[in-house]
Nanobody, 119 residues
């Protein structure tokens, strides 16, 4: 079982920046990948960034060049730095962990943190 606790959301003006944090209950390097998703109430969750352990992160076209994933392995924490935020970035953001074990693959989710981009 992996627990994920998110923080860092809030209200920001267009063009501003936020950094989301996701603290995991296990060493990040033991996980297959860490991912960031976002979701509006009427929509499916959208993958915005995927960070496989040991490989470069990949980003959705809508956020490429603006969002960056970083890791602090000593703190078991993954971050999503969001720059040049736009109103369409408004959503609840979720971190996700993929764990591979001998019994199969498991997904874990943070509780979500609200990001609102508005003047």
């Amino acid at each position: 079982q992996v627990q994920l606790v998110e923080s860092g959301g809030g209200l920001v003006q267009p063009g501003g920046s936020l950094r989301l944090s996701c603290a995991a209950s296990t060493t990040l390097s033991k996980l297959y990948a860490m991912n960031w998703y976002r979701q509006l109430p009427e929509n499916q969750r959208e993958l915005v960034a995927s960070a496989p352990t040991g490989y470069n992160a990949r980003y959705a076209e809508s956020v490429k060049g603006r969002f960056t994933v970083a890791r602090d392995n000593a703190k078991n924490t993954i971050y999503l730095r969001m720059n040049d935020l736009k109103p369409e970035d408004t959503a609840v953001y979720f971190c996700n962990a993929e764990e591979w074990t001998a019994d199969g693959e498991y997904d874990y989710w943070g509780q979500g943190t609200q990001v609102t981009v508005s003047s």
